[in-house]
């Protein structure tokens, strides 16, 4: 779709989004509420939305609400016919009480809310390499989850079983348990516990060796995208493919969108904020943000703490001054905030000194 220019008062769209419906708004500059309408949540749905929208004037923006969910889809039309779209949060609650809920006034409120500069997110793109790594890397998690749980059960069982069996696999580690059980050979009358025990764990333990190589299998798939879009973002040291994925998923296609390395600290939920009272002076991490971008940064950090020479020597110099190591692990996940901003921004990695930590702090 190209962009169009077209004659009339400049106006604002706003969308409230649903999985099989779009309610649509448009208003003028001084907010006035001009019309609205529902369309169908699909291709052709998006685009007689924009054409409608177009008939009264001018497209300045358009306000959607869920761009990472239901929006998704009406986001990349839009932005590919040219208009801007900015990511709405729903009303607070304290709107919804005095103002009341639907889709006409959800609609006009995200529009308002991009007209009085309330709203100003920019959205992922989710067109790019970075978009594949992150839906992959659902399918990974999910997998690790149904993993974790079916070595769970195994163990469950493996307490309460029959002391025949117990017995057979004691003292084996993980990957002797899993094969062995694997192999065993439950007796055709299930009526019996020993047998009916045997056939359950041998089930988990095939079901635990699929979902092993599930995810032997997602990794030689999601590694070379991750090296793909950020090759500098891998040479930190730490920084696996596992936990570059998540900052890219985070940082989406469109790292730029963040105004800076501190607007990407608070997405990770790693810009200290005041947290003083009285004679007490002292900040705390910002808990809000992507918590599993937090788990990868504070995954980091662990690993260099434990293998890194300079940040081993920085632990020490900050103990000696006084910090109790979580305050020193929150200056060290700040730090490691902007290595990671800098290179998902390509700014060169060289630049990162010594006296970069000082200012972590």
């Given amino acids: 779709m190209t962009s169009m220019t077209h004659d009339g008062p400049e106006i604002t769209g706003g969308v409230d989004t649903h999985g099989l419906t779009h309610h649509a708004a ?27 929208m177009r008939t009264h004037g001018t497209l300045v923006a358009v306000g959607v609400e869920g761009t990472g969910a239901y929006g998704a889809e009406l986001a990349r039309v839009l932005t590919a016919a040219g208009v801007p779209v900015v ?16 889709d006409p006034i959800d609609a006009y409120a995200a ?47 493996l307490v309460s079983a029959p002391a025949m069996l117990r017995e057979q696999v004691a ?50 798939e999601i590694g070379p995208l991750v090296k793909q879009a950020a090759p500098a973002l891998l040479e930190l ?31 990770a939920g790693v810009a200290p904020i005041p947290a003083s009272s009285g004679r007490t002076h002292r900040h705390r991490l910002n808990r809000g943000g992507d918590r599993a971008a937090n788990n990868a940064l504070h995954t980091i950090v662990l690993t260099r703490m434990r293998f890194d020479e300079r940040t081993r020597a920085y632990v020490e110099r900050r103990t000696r001054e006084g910090l109790n190591k979580k305050d020193i692990m929150r200056c060290l996940k700040r730090f490691v905030a902007r290595e990671v901003y800098r290179a998902l921004t390509s700014t060169p990695t060289e630049r990162i000194t010594q006296t970069d930590l000082a200012p972590a702090a």
């Avoid at 990511?87 to 639907?102: A, F, H, I, L, N």
């Avoid at 045997?198 to 599930?214: G, V």
Wanted: a positive charge.
């Fill in 237 to 267: 040291f730490g920084v696996g493919p596992e936990t570059a994925g998540q900052l890219l998923a985070t940082a989406g296609d469109n790292p730029e969108r963040m105004r800076s390395e501190g607007a990407f600290a608070h997405l």
């Fill in 111 to 157: 529009a308002m809310a991009v007209l009085s500069s309330r709203a100003t997110g920019i959205p992922k793109s989710r067109d790019g390499v970075v978009e594949a790594v992150r839906v992959l890397r659902i399918a990974r998690r999910s997998a690790v989850k149904a993993r974790t749980q079916a070595m769970n059960q195994i163990r469950g069982l």
């Fill in 26 to 52: 448009v208003i003028d500059p001084v907010g006035r509420h001009l019309a609205d309408r529902e369309f169908p949540a699909t291709i052709r749905g998006y685009r007689d939305l924009l054409d409608w």
């Fill in 87 to 102: 990511d709405v949060d729903r009303p607070d609650r304290k709107t919804r009480r005095m103002e009341g809920k639907s």
């Fill in 171 to 220: 003292g084996l580690d993980k990957a002797m348990l899993i094969r062995t059980l694997a192999r065993l050979r439950p007796a055709d009358d299930l009526s019996r516990p020993l047998a009916a025990t045997r056939a359950s764990l041998r089930r988990l333990a095939r079901r635990h060796q699929a979902l092993d190589a599930e995810i032997a299998e997602l990794d030689t």
